[in-house]
């Protein structure tokens, strides 16, 4: 069956400081990943994808996700880490079965303190 | 666009009342969701359509809750009768043929006393 494990509930970091939100996947065959955030009181808005091709995806507010098939990992990751990026971060995977659907991880809480 | 329409943002109701929450999708999208977010579950996906049609309601949680698409741009979830535990957060999203991505609503926050 197809999965995302996010292994952090949450992750703290010092603005200006590099950040990692971590991700890893469990599917058959090639998968198709996602980032969404989700800031106070809104839905989750899409970051970024991964379907092929370069390995780093750049997306949405300086975000970009490191796709690494020996690790079977996802990690998201931006250079400089601004307060506003503190939200709850999603990991998802396209379920290959019914590929209509999105199976979302438990999400990440990152803090971004001044 | 004014992206997805959830209606109301904010519900309280007493146990055994009729819940109804409503969703406008983005104009053009042919794919509709409906997802719970609890502390304790996480994002459950509950039922979703295309063009209209429910595809797969294995979310759904029991008989109580059903959803309806009646057109393009408008989907209903109802809860009947409301109980304590189906208080959440309700999320509808969509998405368009060909591509991966789902657009979210604002969520509707449904507490049940």
């Known amino acids: 069956a197809q999965s995302v494990a996010q292994p952090e509930d949450q992750v703290n970091v010092a603005e200006g400081n590099p950040l990692t939100v971590k991700c890893t996947y469990s599917v058959s065959g090639n998968p198709y990943l996602f980032w969404y955030v989700q800031y106070p009181n809104r839905g989750l808005q899409f970051l970024l994808k991964y379907i092929t091709g370069d390995n780093l995806v750049k997306g949405s507010y300086g975000f970009e996700a490191e796709f690494n098939k020996s690790q079977t990992s996802f990690h998201l990751k931006k250079p400089s880490a601004l307060v506003s990026d503190s939200a709850l971060y999603f990991c998802a995977v396209r379920d290959r079965r019914n590929t209509d659907k999105l199976i979302f991880g438990t999400g990440t809480r990152l803090q971004v303190f001044p | 666009d004014a992206g997805v329409i959830q209606s109301p943002r904010h519900e309280v109701t007493e146990m055994g009342q009729e819940v109804t929450l409503r969703c406008k999708p983005i104009?053009?999208?042919?794919?509709l969701f409906w997802y719970r977010q609890t502390m304790m579950r996480g994002l459950e996906l509950l039922i979703y359509f295309n063009n209209n049609v429910p595809i797969d309601d294995s979310g759904m949680p029991e008989d109580r809750f059903s959803a309806k698409m009646p057109n393009a741009s408008f989907s209903t979830l109802k809860i009947q009768p409301s109980e304590p535990r189906d208080s959440a957060v309700y999320f509808c999203?969509?998405?368009?043929?060909?591509?991966?991505?789902?657009?979210f609503g604002p969520g509707t926050r449904l507490t049940v006393l």
């Open positions: 104009s053009g999208h042919d794919y």
């Open positions: 999203a969509s998405s368009s043929q060909g591509t991966d991505t789902q657009y």
